[in-house]
Structure formats: structure tokens, C-alpha cells
């Protein structure tokens, strides 16, 4: 199961998702440099319920390397509610104001995900493509074997 590239990257995207649930989204500091506020990832209920589904779905991808069609529609689920999540993180950076907070470099880690995400998308499709074609050439075999007999 951890031979499959795309099991990696969804692994790294577990990980970076992981990541997000204990990380501050941004942070803003006064004139001496003292932090005077701090926006977590979680703060918002919204972005909370995403993050949860994200791990969810990623696990759910993980998990399940022997149902390849099922595995490729999770991971594509799984690179909207990403994309949605980094839709939301953009709604935040234009609407607060970046003069007073400042972002961090973890608010794009929803992107590189969906990257990730993409790219395991790949690796799983090429493998379903390929057990489809070794099925079709054993089906084929049988059938001229039988048409012999």
C-alpha cells in the first residue's frame, strides 16, 4: 500500500491537513512588536467543519488502496472541499486587511494539498487503467483459448 506514490502524496496531505488544525491562519502585532491578536485555523466554525471533512476524506482515501474507482471519486471529492477551504482562506486575506494582520505561510497549505490531491488522482486513474487493460487481455486469452476447443 505504501509502495503506490499516490498513497504518499495523499499521506502528505493528511499530514499538511493535520497541520492546520493546530496553526494561526494570521497574526497581527502592535508597535513594539508584541502579538496583539492571532486567527486560528479553527476559529471559524466553517472553516473547522471543512478541515474535519478534509481529514476525514483523506483517511477514507488512505484507506481504501484495494477500490481504486471508489478511491479516485474520494481523492476528487477530496480536492473540492480542499479548494474550498483555500476559496475560504482567500475570502479572509482580502476581507481583513493585510496592513493589520499578517498571513502565515501554513494559509497555503490548502493548495498544495489540492496538488497533492491532483496528483494522487493521476497515479490512482493510471492504476485503475491498468488493471482494466491486464483484465481485458485475460478476458481475451479465455476467450480465444475456448474458441480453440
Same mark, same amino acid.
Given at each position: 500500500?505504501?509502495?503506490?506514490?499516490?498513497?504518499?502524496?495523499?499521506?502528505?496531505?493528511?499530514?499538511?491537513?493535520?497541520?492546520l488544525?493546530f496553526?494561526? /491562519?494570521?497574526?497581527?502585532f502592535?508597535a513594539?512588536?508584541?502579538?496583539?491578536?492571532?486567527?486560528?485555523?479553527?476559529?471559524?466554525?466553517?472553516?473547522?467543519?471543512l478541515?474535519?471533512?478534509?481529514?476525514?476524506?483523506?483517511?477514507?482515501?488512505?484507506s481504501?488502496?484495494?477500490?481504486?474507482?471508489?478511491?479516485?471519486?474520494?481523492?476528487?471529492?477530496?480536492?473540492?472541499?480542499?479548494?474550498?477551504?483555500?476559496a475560504?482562506?482567500? @475570502?479572509?486575506?482580502?476581507s481583513?486587511?493585510? /496592513?493589520?494582520?499578517?498571513?502565515?505561510?501554513?494559509?497555503?497549505?490548502p493548495?498544495?494539498?489540492?496538488?497533492?490531491?491532483?496528483?494522487?488522482?493521476?497515479?490512482?486513474?493510471?492504476?485503475?487503467?491498468?488493471? /482494466?487493460?491486464?483484465?481485458?487481455?485475460? @478476458?481475451?486469452?479465455? /476467450?480465444?483459448?475456448?474458441?480453440? @476447443?
Amino acid at each position: 500500500m505504501w509502495q503506490r506514490a499516490q498513497t504518499l502524496y495523499l499521506a502528505i496531505s493528511t499530514i499538511l491537513t493535520i497541520i492546520l488544525f493546530f496553526s494561526y /491562519e494570521a497574526i497581527a502585532f502592535n508597535a513594539d512588536g508584541d502579538v496583539l491578536d492571532a486567527i486560528k485555523f479553527t476559529d471559524s466554525i466553517a472553516q473547522l467543519i471543512l478541515l474535519i471533512v478534509i481529514l476525514l476524506l483523506s483517511i477514507l482515501a488512505i484507506s481504501t488502496p484495494r477500490f481504486l474507482v471508489f478511491q479516485f471519486r474520494t481523492t476528487a471529492l477530496l480536492t473540492i472541499v480542499t479548494l474550498a477551504l483555500q476559496a475560504w482562506i482567500a @475570502k479572509d486575506f482580502f476581507s481583513i486587511g493585510q /496592513e493589520v494582520y499578517i498571513f502565515r505561510l501554513k494559509a497555503v497549505f490548502p493548495l498544495v494539498c489540492v496538488i497533492l490531491d491532483v496528483l494522487a488522482a493521476r497515479g490512482i486513474l493510471a492504476d485503475q487503467m491498468l488493471v /482494466e487493460s491486464a483484465s481485458s487481455l485475460r @478476458k481475451s486469452r479465455r /476467450e480465444r483459448r475456448a474458441a480453440r @476447443k
